[in-house]
C-alpha cells in the first residue's frame, strides 16, 4: 500500500524557517515526481511545488518562488520542504503527493496518493 | 496562469440524486483535467484523470466528461458518503491551478 506521511509542521514566526518533510513507502519513490499541495484555512487547494523523480527539475508557485525549496533523499524515500522567510499567508494545511508521472510538474499528471498533512501556522 | 473556475461553489442534495458539477478553464486545456474528493480532516482522493479516466477503486456512479475548456463531473446517484467538497485541477501546464471547490452538503 502506497503510504505518504508528513511531518515538521508547527507554529512559526513571520520570518522564521521550517521544514517540512513526507515519508513515502509502498512504491519505488525514485521512479515519480513529487508534490507540496496546500490549503489555507477556508480555502481550496493550491500548488506549492514539484520535483521530478531523479530530484533534477523543480517547479514553483510564484508565491513562493525564492523562498521555498523542494528536494528529495532518495536514499530515505522522504520529500522535504525548505520553507524560509515565513509568511502569515503561508499557514495552511501542506500536503505531500505521488505524481502519476516522473516528470515534475507533467503535463497531464494527477496526484496519487495525497498524504495526511501537516499543519504550518505562521503568527506572532 | 490557467484560472479554473467551478460552478456552483455550494450545493445542497439529497441522497439519491444526480448531481452535475462544472469546471471551466480560462483557456484550451485539452483533456488534461483531474477531479479531486476532499472530506475534513483527511487527504484529498483523485476520482478522475484526464477529464473522463475513472480511477481504480472509484464507484462507477462518477463520471467526467469534457475537453477544451468547459469540464463536468457528475454523481448518477448521491450516496451518504459523497458528500465532500469536489475540486477540478488542470494539469495542461505550470502552474498547476485548481479550481475554487465545490461543497456538496446533505439537504
Known amino acids: 500500500e502506497v503510504q505518504l506521511l508528513e511531518s515538521g509542521g508547527g507554529l512559526e514566526l513571520p520570518g522564521g524557517s521550517l521544514r517540512l518533510s513526507c515519508a513515502a513507502s509502498g512504491f519505488t519513490f525514485s521512479s515519480y515526481a513529487m508534490s507540496w499541495v496546500r490549503q489555507a484555512p477556508g480555502k481550496g487547494l493550491e500548488w506549492v511545488s514539484s520535483?521530478?523523480?531523479?530530484?533534477?527539475?523543480?517547479y514553483y508557485a510564484d508565491s513562493v518562488k525564492g523562498r521555498f525549496t523542494i528536494s528529495r533523499d532518495i536514499s530515505k524515500n522522504t520529500l522535504f520542504l525548505q520553507m524560509n522567510s515565513l509568511r502569515a499567508d503561508d499557514t495552511a494545511v501542506y500536503y505531500c503527493?505521488?505524481?502519476?508521472?516522473?516528470?515534475?510538474?507533467?503535463?497531464?499528471?494527477?496526484?496519487?496518493?495525497w498524504g495526511q498533512g501537516t499543519l504550518v501556522t505562521v503568527s506572532s | 496562469d490557467i484560472q479554473m473556475t467551478q460552478s456552483p461553489s455550494s450545493l445542497s442534495a439529497s441522497v439519491g440524486d444526480r448531481v452535475t458539477i462544472t469546471c471551466r478553464a480560462s483557456q484550451s486545456i485539452s483533456s488534461y483535467l483531474n477531479w479531486y474528493q476532499h472530506k475534513p480532516g483527511r487527504a484529498p482522493k483523485i476520482l478522475i484523470s484526464?477529464?473522463?479516466s475513472l480511477q481504480s477503486g472509484v464507484p462507477s456512479r462518477f463520471s467526467g466528461s469534457g475537453s477544451g475548456t468547459d469540464f463536468t463531473l457528475t454523481i448518477s446517484s448521491l450516496q451518504p458518503e459523497d458528500f465532500a467538497t469536489y475540486y477540478c485541477q488542470q494539469s495542461y501546464s505550470t502552474p498547476y491551478t485548481f479550481g475554487q471547490g465545490t461543497k456538496l452538503e446533505i439537504k
Open positions: 520535483i521530478s523523480a531523479g530530484g533534477g527539475n523543480t
Open positions: 484526464a477529464a473522463s
Open positions: 503527493a505521488k505524481s502519476s508521472g516522473s516528470a515534475a510538474a507533467g503535463t497531464g499528471d494527477w496526484f496519487d496518493p
